[in-house]
């Protein structure tokens, strides 16, 4: 049996900022969303691009679809697997107002709506 490495083991966990966001995102309901800037806020750390950068290098063991921009948009190059997430789960949705860039008519989300603002009777308000 070959000895382990503490460095090698230290190397293979994700950033604490990065356990955080994607714990974060996990704990999103089905149905509802919260924008890259509202995870921020909502672990009083870092900002929307630094949740971005996060989701797109460590996100896809979570639901990623979960957490979105905030005018509403899918996440461009993965708008149809996160199209068929939300319909699955009843996110609320709005109609295409216009063509997207490859000419599909794609619906955005209704943040008004499918916004989580992570206040849940359920969970714990230390969040912090």
Known sequence: MEAEDPGQR??????DYAERVLETAESI???RVMT???VAEWLGEGGPRQVGRVMALYGGGVPWWRVVRADGRLLPGHELRALAHYRGE???LRDAAAAHTDGT???R???RRARWDGDDPG???AHN
């Open 29 to 31: 309901p089905p149905g």
């Open 123 to 125: 969970r714990s308000m």
């Open 90 to 92: 009843g996110t609320p």
């Open 109 to 111: 989300l209704d943040m």
């Open 36 to 38: 890259y800037g509202d």
């Open 10 to 15: 230290a190397a293979d966990r994700l950033p």
């Open 105 to 107: 008519h794609l619906p």
